[in-house]
C-alpha cells in the first residue's frame, strides 16, 4: 500500500530554479528511504538523489553542488530543490521508494521538468 505523487515541474530556463514535491502515503515513512530519479530521452534512467530517514543524502556527480534532497518526515513529504539548472537536466523526474529489499520499487507518475537555453 504505497502511494507516491509529485508536483512542481515545469519549465524554466537555464540558470534558474524548480523545487519538486513528493508526497507520499506509506506506513512508517521516517524509516523509508526516499529518492528521486530521472529520465531523458534517449538517455538511461538516473537516481538523481537519495536520502534515508534520518537525513543522509547522496548525489549523483551531474548534480552535486546544484540540487538538493530533503524531507518533512511529519508531513510524510520529499523535496528535490534544482537550482543552476542545465538544459541536459530536462527530463521525468520520478519520486522512489526503496524497499526492504533493497529495490527502488515504488514510483510516483512523474513530473516533466524541462529547462530551456
Known amino acids: 500500500q504505497v502511494q507516491l505523487v509529485e508536483s512542481g515541474g515545469g519549465l524554466v530556463q537555464a540558470g534558474g530554479s524548480l523545487r519538486l514535491s513528493c508526497a507520499a502515503s506509506?506506513?512508517?515513512?521516517?524509516?523509508?528511504?526516499m529518492g528521486w530519479y530521472r529520465q531523458a530521452p534517449g538517455k538511461q534512467r538516473e537516481l538523481v538523489a537519495s536520502?534515508?530517514?534520518?537525513?543522509?543524502?547522496n548525489y549523483a556527480d551531474s548534480v552535486k553542488g546544484r540540487f538538493t534532497i530533503s524531507r518533512d518526515n511529519a508531513k510524510s513529504m520529499v523535496y528535490l530543490q534544482m537550482n543552476a539548472l542545465k538544459p541536459e537536466d530536462t527530463a521525468v523526474y520520478y519520486c522512489?521508494?526503496?524497499?526492504?529489499?533493497?529495490?527502488?520499487?515504488?514510483w510516483g507518475q512523474g513530473t516533466q521538468v524541462t529547462v530551456s537555453a
Open positions: 536520502i534515508t530517514g534520518g537525513g543522509n543524502q
Open positions: 506509506v506506513n512508517i515513512f521516517s524509516q523509508k528511504i
Open positions: 522512489a521508494l526503496r524497499t526492504v529489499f533493497g529495490s527502488w520499487s515504488y
